[in-house]
């Protein structure tokens, strides 16, 4: 089994006070930053770039973990690679050459992620495994912090586990993820856990991560 990573993201953080949030979630022991990018055009709301990055890299040594929900990511992987991310994740559904971008994204370093919306099939994955770092799999449908978990993604989240097999990618699963259904998610198959607003609602950022890494760590074998 792969190590669990809790990744806080900083779509649900108080963006007034966006440095301090940063700082919080590293010591409350989060193991990656979560980072949502939103378009307005691949997904129905707009949220924050590079600049926003760039503000925050310096505050924590954690890996910046990307998602890029826009469309079409080629022209910007550059920019996001010397913003700082350590992953970079894109869309399947957002260009017609995925098989090109993960090229791209891993020719500059970082390691590569696809995202999977929730009517997406895993069969997508399929002719491009050796590409890959890390596979997202939506458990909400993207463009909002806050949503209910699908919970036909568990279902698809073993098939996910299935096909990856002994393979080196991790299986990260992003939306609706709580300390009540981190164990299911867990057992399914994933091993990277996304969390918005169940730890940036919870008063103690510290105690909540515990508690999702508690319930999670609770499964594996
Ligand atoms: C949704 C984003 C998620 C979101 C998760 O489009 O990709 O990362 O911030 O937020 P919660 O945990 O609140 O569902
Ligand atoms: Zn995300």
């Known amino acids: 089994m792969r190590p669990l990573l809790i990744a806080p993201s900083i779509l649900a ?7 301090e949030e940063v700082r919080a979630i590293d010591e409350a022991g989060a193991d990656l930053i979560h980072i949502d ?3 307005g055009h691949f997904v129905p709301n707009i949220s924050f770039g590079t600049p926003v990055m760039y503000g ?3 505050l924590t040594k954690k890996p910046f973990d990307v998602h890029l ?3 079409p990511a080629d022209p910007y992987l550059e920019s996001f690679a010397r913003a700082g991310a350590d992953i970079i994740t894109v869309h399947a559904e957002a260009g017609p050459h995925l098989d090109r971008t993960l090229q791209a994204i891993r020719a500059m370093g970082k390691k590569a992620g696809v995202s999977l919306n929730p009517a997406t099939p895993p069969s997508v994955l399929k002719h ?4 890959l770092d890390l596979i997202l799999v939506m458990s909400v449908n993207p463009g909002f912090g806050g949503q209910s978990f699908i919970p036909a993604m568990l279902e698809k989240i073993a098939e996910i586990r299935g096909i990856v097999g002994g393979r080196n990618i991790d299986i990260e699963v992003d939306g609706g993820v ?3 259904n981190a164990g299911d998610i867990v057992r399914a198959g994933a091993n990277v856990l996304v969390a918005g607003s169940a730890i940036f609602k919870a008063k ?3 105690a909540e991560i515990k508690a999702i890494r508690a319930a999670a760590t609770s499964v594996m074998a």
């Open 69 to 71: 929900m826009i469309a």
């Open 56 to 58: 925050v890299r310096g």
């Open 178 to 180: 709580s300390q009540h």
């Open 37 to 39: 990018v939103m378009d």
């Open 204 to 206: 103690d950022y510290a």
């Open 13 to 19: 953080a108080d963006f007034a006070r966006l440095g």
């Open 128 to 131: 491009v495994l050796d590409r």
